[in-house]
């Protein structure tokens, strides 16, 4: 018997038994398609003595210890090569089996074949071991930035604030190459070929030999390795960096919003695409193994980076909680959320995947707590801002605007952001995606009816109403009675205008418009009632007659007229640098307006001015026609602070 240097392998010589007993029915299949593709020898053929099986046994040392003294890789080889060398290895495997199983080699000559036998399947499956790194690392499809659409260029990046469907985003993926066979595990899931699919096959048989000669843990190793660089190697193609929870919550915004937006639009492939694809290509190789085999292989390959990037969202939700960054918190909780089911599918384990599960859900609630409290804060800060000085022209105020237009953005993630400002133990329960809005009930504004309104609609009229106070506190800062109403109509007139043109109508519901146009009218006309009377008192004709008669005093004519120039001059000096930015509401007040000065006008010189025809210097009294009062009036409200150029007259 020849004496070849091999090393008992004790595990192997106990083992192997037990594990045909633990093969499912799939791993059945697997070593009955094994063994279809061996030689045409069978090991029934040796059963007739030792003699043979060793005879045998160092042909196989032959074929197997040839390729020790090769440094190229057997794969390299061709196929042929490589079938030969499994089925090689295979009948070692073989063989153990019958000389453990069969008593007629319990002698010492039986147990030094077995020894050798275990030798050489260890030295074989170490190097099936490196063949089958070799095949992972060689034929890794790449990953190219173009090719996912991801750009180094943070102002190239869409700024998104509502999460749009997914179909929007793989649109962007161009050239990704999905499976035709494996397209997809369900409507968010999409399959990548991250692995040559040529090569697969050969990956399960190298997989399925050593797993059949419980060699499991050395393959799932060197799995788990390649496969946690090729992960690292995704993540630096879409420019995921490592950051700490200290360098995140350090971070000025605009460069932490510009990272939020990357990390938003890599979870979505991440998890939609690559992980998916990750669990697909443990499944191709591992799929028939008993138990969680493929599944635990999954996981920890994946975990790591999974939690890499959920430690981002745990430090975001531990940041300062600035009301700029809550339309950013909803969308980045809104996408989270989305992807949990999925992400709750590919680590359903218990013990393996339940820390990436646990960590998700922790995230959520941790965002989920920030958006509320960033929410609240958000009405603290508009009850408790400030102003020293009015705005002078009475334009609507920056808070105003600033106020409707971030609303209009939380409006965009109504539905979700419902569910975060549920209370108490409804909050929990609805924590993630609810399927319908939590309602509450409340009066409408005519108090004649009750109406089901969203949680949100509620909480976004709270923030309108804070403002309406603030903004009444504000008007107070003006001395003139005329433009604190001018002031809250400008204001109130964009409130609505906003809430009518945009995703707040359904929240607000025609009630609040209506009565909130009663409002800023009811300050127009309370603006008009402030301004013009006085003027419009010099054109009655009342205390114009000498005391008893029916003749016009000229005297009083004078200085009715007098008055009125000097007063039509000084609203227009101050009137013209008052602002209405909205030429609608612009041009109505000036219609109105014209409405009573202008007939009035006309009517008192009408009736009058002919009493001054022989009134040295007429034209010092009567300054304006009709016509001229008409074009004045049109420059009033744009901001622009005018004088008067009066008309030269003959």
């Given at each position: 018997m020849a004496d070849t240097a091999v090393i008992p392998h004790e595990r192997n010589r106990q083992a192997i038994p037990s594990v045909r007993q633990n093969?499912?029915?799939?791993?059945?299949?697997?070593?009955?398609?094994?063994?279809?593709?061996?030689?045409?020898?069978?090991?029934?053929?040796?059963?007739?003595?030792?003699?043979?099986?060793?005879?045998?046994l160092k042909c196989l040392e032959e074929k197997i210890l040839r390729w020790e003294s090769e440094s190229s890789m057997i794969w390299e080889s061709g196929p042929s090569e490589a079938s030969d060398y499994m089925q090689y290895v295979d009948e070692v495997r073989r063989l153990i089996e019958i000389l453990e199983s069969s008593p007629s080699f319990q002698d010492s000559d039986g147990i030094k074949l077995l020894d050798r036998a275990h030798g050489l399947i260890q030295m074989a499956l170490s190097r099936l071991e490196e063949e089958f790194g070799f095949i992972l690392v060689q034929n890794k499809q790449p990953l190219e930035p173009e090719r996912m659409s991801f750009r180094s260029n943070d102002e190239e990046v869409v700024d998104e604030f509502s999460c749009s469907s997914f179909e929007e985003d793989i649109s962007e993926v161009s050239g990704v190459r999905f499976s035709r066979d494996y397209p997809s595990k369900g409507p968010d899931e999409y399959i990548i070929n991250l692995?040559?699919?040529?090569?697969?096959p050969d990956l399960k048989r190298i997989a399925d030999l050593m797993f059949l000669s419980n060699y499991d843990k050395e393959c799932s190793m060197a799995y788990i390795n390649i496969r946690k660089d090729a992960i690292e190697e995704c993540l630096s193609v879409l420019e995921v960096e490592k950051l700490s929870i200290e360098e995140v919550t350090r971070m000025d915004w605009a460069s932490l919003d510009s990272k939020i937006r990357r990390w938003i639009r890599v979870m979505k492939v991440f998890v939609r695409v690559y992980l998916s694809s990750e669990k697909y290509l443990s499944d191709q190789i591992f799929g028939g193994f008993p138990g969680s085999f493929s599944q635990s292989c999954f996981i920890e390959t994946t975990k790591g980076a999974m939690l890499q990037l959920l430690n981002f969202g745990q430090a975001i939700s531990i940041g300062p909680q600035s009301t700029e960054r809550l339309p950013r918190m909803i969308h980045l909780f809104e996408v989270l959320a989305d992807?949990?089911?999925?992400?709750?599918?590919?680590?359903?384990?218990?013990?393996?995947?339940?820390?990436?599960?646990?960590?998700?859900?922790?995230?959520?609630?941790?965002l989920g707590a920030c958006v509320r409290g960033t929410f609240q804060e958000f009405k603290?800060?508009?009850?408790?801002n400030e102003s020293t000085t009015a705005i002078t022209t009475g334009r609507n105020h920056p808070?105003?605007?600033?106020?409707?237009?971030?609303?209009?953005?939380?409006?965009?993630?109504?539905?979700?952001?419902?569910?975060?400002?549920?209370?108490?133990?409804?909050r929990d329960r609805l924590l993630v995606m609810p399927k319908a809005f939590p309602t509450i009930t409340e009066e409408d504004e005519e108090g004649d009816s009750s109406c089901k309104a969203p949680l949100v609609a509620h909480h976004l009229r709270e923030v309108t109403s804070i403002l309406e106070a603030n903004l009444e506190d504000k008007a107070l800062l003006y001395s003139d009675t005329s433009l604190q109403h001018f002031f809250m109509m400008n204001n109130i007139y964009y409130m609505v205008q906003k809430v009518k043109d945009s995703v707040l109508q359904p929240l607000f519901g025609d009630d609040w418009i209506r009565a909130h146009q009663r409002t800023f009218r009811q300050h127009a006309m309370d603006y008009e009632r402030a301004s013009w009377p006085l003027i419009l008192s010099y054109l009655k004709d009342e205390g114009v007659c000498n005391p008893g008669t029916?003749?016009?005093?000229?005297?009083?004519?004078?200085?009715?007229f007098r008055c009125f120039n000097l007063a039509f001059e000084e609203i227009y000096r101050v009137q013209t640098a008052w602002l209405i930015p909205d030429p609608q509401l612009r041009e109505d007040l000036r219609i109105s307006i014209s409405l009573r000065l202008l007939q009035a006008y006309r009517t008192f010189t009408g009736r009058y001015s002919s009493h001054l025809n022989s009134t040295r210097h007429r034209e010092k009294y009567i300054r304006f026609c009709g016509e001229d009062l008409e074009k004045y009036l049109l420059d009033l409200f744009e901001g622009v602070p005018k004088s008067l150029h009066y008309p030269r007259r003959r």
């Open positions: 093969l499912s029915v799939g791993m059945f299949k697997v070593v009955s398609d094994i063994d279809e593709g061996l030689s045409t020898m069978t090991i029934t053929d040796l059963n007739s003595g030792a003699a043979d099986i060793e005879e045998r692995i040559d699919p040529v090569l697969i992807l949990l089911p999925i992400i709750e599918s590919l680590f359903p384990d218990e013990e393996t995947g339940s820390s990436v599960r646990t960590e998700c859900h922790e995230v959520l609630r941790q603290i800060r508009i009850k408790m808070l105003t605007r600033y106020v409707m237009n971030y609303i209009t953005l939380l409006a965009d993630s109504s539905e979700i952001l419902d569910s975060l400002l549920v209370n108490g133990d409804e029916n003749s016009p005093s000229k005297t009083i004519l004078k200085e009715r």
